[in-house]
């Protein structure tokens, strides 16, 4: 399709952290706290310090019927790969005439709430700016004129908040 034919703009999709995000983003000093993808059993979870979170299948049911649509835990092996990865993404945003993605997180949750659960504040700031660097440069960045991005804040502290917004103006 046409790019001059595009005229969708959707805001409400989601993104599904790829397994290595903070490997990759992470200070080399917290990469021990860093949140990482685990297998147990058939499902994918993340965990860092002692919070696990499930990844929930609603977050990646492109391509899947509607009855299977469910809030139940899932697995990368049960996602499309559009979920995590923006070139395959664009690949669907283009064959269904969407124009431009608005794309929440998963790991983090709605606001980055997820990352409340870390005991090391320093930690959480650093799994924050983490992910809003993934997200700014390797999710957005290769299609700045399709996603529009998203930041995550240290919702834990007002001033940590104002100056990450500021740091992801720039």
């Not at 995590?84 to 005439?97: L, T, Y």
Request: hydrophobic fraction near 40%.
């Amino acid at each position: 399709m046409k790019m001059q034919d595009m005229i969708l703009v959707s805001v409400d999709d989601h993104v599904v952290e790829p397994r290595d995000m903070f490997e990759r983003h992470m200070p080399a000093r917290f990469r021990d706290k860093a949140p990482r993808n685990i297998r147990l059993g058939t499902r994918d979870r993340w965990v860092f310090e002692d919070s696990f979170v499930p990844m929930i299948g609603m977050n990646a049911v492109a391509g899947r019927p509607r009855h299977e649509y469910g809030m139940e835990a899932g697995s990368f092996d049960e996602m499309r790969e559009a979920g995590w990865n923006v070139h395959k993404r664009v690949e669907d945003m283009n064959a269904n005439g969407v124009l431009g993605s608005l794309c929440f997180p998963s790991l983090p949750g709605f606001g980055g709430h997820n990352f409340l659960k870390y005991k090391d504040r320093e930690a959480a700031l650093a799994a924050v700016r983490a992910w809003n660097d993934w997200h700014f440069e390797d999710w957005c960045g290769p299609y700045p004129d399709r996603f529009i991005p998203l930041a995550v804040l240290p919702l834990w502290d007002g001033k940590l908040a104002a100056d990450e917004m500021e740091r992801m103006a720039r």
